[in-house]
Nanobody, 122 residues
Framework: QVQLVESGGGSVQAGGSLRLSCAASGYTYNRNCMAWFRQAPGKEREGVARIYTGSSNTYYADSVKGRFTISQDNAKNTVYLQMNSLEPEDTAMYYC????????????????WGQGTQVTVS
């Protein structure tokens, strides 16, 4: 019943910025683990960042630390991924995901996934 819809992807030159949005609907509880993953051609899916919406506690993969910021707007039921200083290596399909159980971590299973939004950095 939970639906996640990503938006905000596009094409940008190296050094540019994009902000991805993940709008969630149908949640029974608001204290959830929300995350962004990405997958590039020929590579395995990589966890990028996650946020626990109950406390706004965040975690980032080393590859994006200092450049990406995950945040939430509880009033809009939306999670964001602000991406700055983008590099060609960031090119991938980006997915948002939700996990409804503890612990909140990128290496645990997620219960619901969005359809993805493409990010291309040239």
């Amino acid at each position: 019943q939970v639906q996640l819809v990503e938006s905000g992807g596009g094409s940008v030159q190296a050094g540019g910025s994009l902000r991805l949005s993940c709008a969630a609907s149908g949640y029974t509880y608001n204290r959830n683990c929300m995350a962004w993953f990405r997958q590039a051609p020929g590579k395995e899916r990589e966890g990028v960042a996650r946020i626990y919406t109950g406390s706004s506690n965040t975690y980032y993969a080393d590859s994006v630390k200092g450049r990406f910021t995950i945040s939430q707007d509880n009033a809009k039921n939306t999670v964001y991924l602000q991406m700055n200083s983008l590099e060609p290596e960031d090119t991938a399909m980006y997915y948002c995901a939700a996990r409804y159980y503890r612990p909140c971590g990128l290496h645990y299973g997620f219960n619901n996934w969005g359809q993805g939004t493409q990010v291309t950095v040239s």
